[in-house]
């Protein structure tokens, strides 16, 4: 069983940075990629980044992109997400999630999942 425990979510103003953790610990650790997904009020969840295991391949939204760094520290086992520039809609609940099926921005794709953590983007 894996649990992931996501950290760093705070309020802050447009233009500002925050960074996410998303620890992870557990038996039978089997997890090949890691991803970050928000969901906003009354809005489905989305994807965010992703990131291989052994940090070698990423992928990000549109949205994100040159905005949004994800990074990875397997000594740590811990998942990080530089967030700069934020935007109002940037506000949402962001989850860290793991899966064995590789680098994806499909939910499905991923079995476990984090508590979420709240990041609001005031104007």
Known sequence: QVQLAESGGGTVQAG????????????????VAMGWFRQAP???REFVAAISWS??????A???????TISIDNAKN????????LKPE??????CAGGSTGVS??????????QGT??????
């Not at 940090?55 to 990000?60: Q, R």
């Not at 940037?90 to 989850?95: G, I, R």
């Not at 709240?118 to 104007?123: C, D, I, P």
Request: hydrophobic share 30%; with cysteine; glycine share 16%.
């Open 78 to 85: 811990t998942m990080y997400l530089q967030m700069n520039n």
């Open 90 to 95: 940037d506000t949402a609940v962001y989850y």
């Open 62 to 68: 549109d949205s994100v992109t040159g905005r949004f």
């Open 105 to 114: 921005g499909i939910p499905a794709h991923y079995g476990y999942w984090g």
């Open 118 to 123: 709240q990041v609001t983007v005031s104007s």
């Open 16 to 31: 500002d940075s925050l960074r996410l953790s998303c620890a992870a610990s557990g038996r039978g650790f089997s997890v």
């Open 42 to 44: 009354g809005k489905e």
């Open 55 to 60: 940090g070698g391949g990423t992928y990000y």
